[in-house]
């Protein structure tokens, strides 16, 4: 599978409450569940007005099918080519 950044235009996503963020994990995860071997959700991160969610993907159709299910919106999908950090420079 490749992985995926997607970002997500969400008004207020970073001001979420703890019960909204269970639900929308939980709607999330329903809709995974569907696409049972097609997708993984690793993480997201939610900032301001967006939230920028990291994918494990067949392909970017399987990203907006979840989009589609979820009702979560799919702004931009980036598949990610190659990942760097602090130890990269050794």
Known sequence: MKKYVIERDVPGTGGTSVEDL???AGTSNEALAKLAGKIQWQHS???GDK???VYL???EAA???HS???GFPANSITEVKAIIDP???N
């Open 87 to 89: 130890t990269t420079a």
């Open 57 to 59: 993907a067949e392909d």
């Open 22 to 24: 269970r639900g929308a």
């Open 45 to 47: 991160y939610l900032a």
């Open 63 to 65: 990203i907006r099918e």
């Open 51 to 53: 939230t920028f969610c």
């Open 68 to 70: 589609d299910l979820s």
